[in-house]
């Protein structure tokens, strides 16, 4: 819906700026990414999502959902 994209571009602006700030620490870092990715696939930006998913996975395939998001997104963005 139109409330719900207009309210994941807010927060992608949000989340990139909190990215931008010093001292989270690592688990803070990939919170605010995961959260980005999120944020992105609400709003559509179904490539940004997966990128964002994909650098979790490798970094640790068992961080919340992830591997899940990057089965299912996969396929949208590589193709079958």
Request: charged share 35%; proline share 0%.
């Given at each position: 819906s139109f409330m719900r994209r207009s309210l994941s571009v807010a927060a992608i602006r949000w989340y990139e700026r909190a990215l931008s700030v010093p001292g989270r620490g690592f688990e803070g870092d990939r919170r605010v990414r995961y959260r980005l990715?999120?944020?992105?696939?609400?709003?559509?930006?179904?490539?940004?999502?997966?990128?964002?998913?994909?650098?979790?996975?490798?970094?640790?395939?068992?961080?919340?959902?992830?591997?899940?998001?990057?089965h299912r997104l996969r396929p949208l963005v590589v193709g079958t």
């Open positions: 990715g999120v944020a992105c696939e609400d709003s559509g930006e179904m490539v940004r999502a997966f990128a964002y998913f994909l650098d979790l996975y490798a970094e640790d395939a068992r961080f919340e959902d992830v591997a899940e998001r990057v």
